[in-house]
């Protein structure tokens, strides 16, 4: 289960459900993760609200090192974190608190009251609205302004966005080339990709076909989340002419970066809702070593760590991407 409840007293167990922990925990299901997994379990008692990596959903073939499982996890404590702030509550966070712990990302403690700004709001009403977007985006150019933006997210989350320029996006496209011939060679890749988009209803998980979009030519390959051909969004008329992609890295290569990235990408991603774009992630760019470290030693000179690549534009029909399903917060393991 995604919530899950330390104390046995019922009344105490129905507080905290309804109390402001459990309620940030419920709004951090809307948090993206790799392959929609959800790999993030709470722990509520009283006023504190544990997150624990959910080992159970890992994807050993595509994360074989749980870092973008953990990159996962950054990405609901940020959407949490939003929600706390927005409900006007003030929070003591303990990352990585306990190292006999690994799984344990971090502690949240709440601390006290104060009134939400007017960007508090906006981003919690971002997160209600944000999709990723995988269909290709127009020609029109992302705002040099929204650059900037996008960037300043990322470095108040301990983590770097680097903007790329046209002949570093040749380098990209060669990168997301390799790690797709790479994987698609890969049976346990398939495999798994198979699982989790081909999941049971009760599931509540996984990219479902109608989330995933047809195959066309554009200038940086996105995964093919349905290679059987059955994908159900329409992928329009846009060919990328106007897309910006973004590079985000981290200085050093460890559970706390990662934590901190996904933190990181979670405030890019809803800075881009703030800034009118749609926006994309692109962990796959990353997934396959060789890959990886080509990217770090060719576009980043070695100075950082690529934890994924991210896209942004427009699109001509804004609010056309379904919801991603989401997991009951009570619901066992499937």
């Known amino acids: 289960m995604s919530i899950h409840f330390t104390d046995t007293d019922p009344t105490r167990r129905a507080r905290a459900s309804a109390g402001p922990l459990g309620l940030a925990a419920l709004t951090a299901l809307r948090a993206p993760s790799l392959f929609n997994t959800q790999p993030w379990r709470w722990d509520l008692h009283d006023d504190v609200a544990d997150l624990r990596a959910d080992l159970d959903r890992q994807l050993v073939a595509?994360?074989?090192?749980?870092?973008?499982?953990?990159?996962?996890?950054?990405?609901?404590?940020?959407?949490?974190?939003?929600?706390l702030a927005a409900a006007g509550h003030t929070v003591e966070v303990r990352r990585l608190p306990d190292p006999s712990q690994p799984t344990l990302l971090a502690r949240l403690?709440?601390?006290?009251?104060?009134?939400?700004?007017?960007?508090?709001?906006?981003?919690?009403?971002?997160?209600?609205?944000?999709?990723?977007?995988?269909?290709?985006?127009?020609?029109?150019?992302?705002?040099?302004?929204?650059?900037?933006?996008?960037?300043?997210?990322?470095?108040?989350?301990?983590?770097?966005?680097?903007?790329?320029?046209?002949?570093?996006?040749?380098?990209?496209?060669?990168?997301?080339?390799?790690?797709?011939?790479?994987?698609?060679?890969?049976?346990?890749?398939?495999?798994?990709?198979?699982?989790?988009?081909?999941?049971?209803?009760?599931?509540?998980?996984?990219?479902?076909?109608?989330?995933?979009?047809?195959?066309?030519?554009?200038?940086?390959?996105?995964?093919?989340?349905?290679?059987?051909?059955d994908a159900a969004l329409p992928p329009g008329t846009g060919t990328d002419a106007g897309t910006r992609y973004g590079l985000l890295f981290t200085d050093t290569d460890a559970p706390?970066?990662?934590?901190?990235?996904?933190?990181?990408?979670?405030?890019?991603?809803?800075?881009?809702?703030?800034?009118?774009?749609?926006?994309?992630?692109?962990?796959?760019?990353?997934?396959?070593?060789a890959v990886r470290e080509d990217l770090r030693r060719r576009i980043l000179a070695g100075l950082g760590w690529p934890v994924l690549a991210l896209r942004f534009g427009t699109v001509e029909r804004p609010g056309t991407v379904p919801r991603s399903p989401r997991r009951d917060p009570g619901q066992e393991p499937s």
Not at 63 to 74: F, N, T
Not at 136 to 161: C, K, N, Q, Y
Not at 269 to 279: E, F, K, N, Q, S
């Open 62 to 83: 595509t994360d074989p090192d749980s870092r973008l499982l953990i990159v996962s996890c950054g990405t609901a404590l940020h959407h949490a974190l939003v929600a």
């Open 109 to 229: 403690v709440l601390t006290g009251r104060r009134a939400p700004t007017p960007m508090d709001l906006r981003l919690v009403q971002a997160i209600a609205v944000r999709r990723s977007d995988r269909r290709p985006f127009t020609a029109i150019p992302v705002p040099g302004e929204s650059v900037e933006a996008l960037r300043d997210a990322a470095e108040r989350h301990g983590a770097h966005l680097q903007f790329l320029r046209d002949e570093q996006v040749v380098e990209l496209t060669v990168a997301g080339q390799h790690a797709s011939d790479a994987e698609f060679t890969d049976p346990a890749y398939r495999a798994e990709l198979g699982a989790w988009t081909h999941r049971p209803p009760h599931a509540a998980d996984g990219v479902p076909a109608d989330a995933a979009v047809a195959t066309v030519p554009r200038r940086v390959v996105v995964r093919d989340f349905a290679p059987a051909g």
């Open 256 to 289: 706390a970066d990662w934590l901190a990235a996904g933190e990181a990408m979670s405030a890019v991603l809803l800075a881009a809702v703030c800034a009118g774009l749609a926006a994309s992630p692109m962990s796959d760019i990353t997934e396959v070593p």
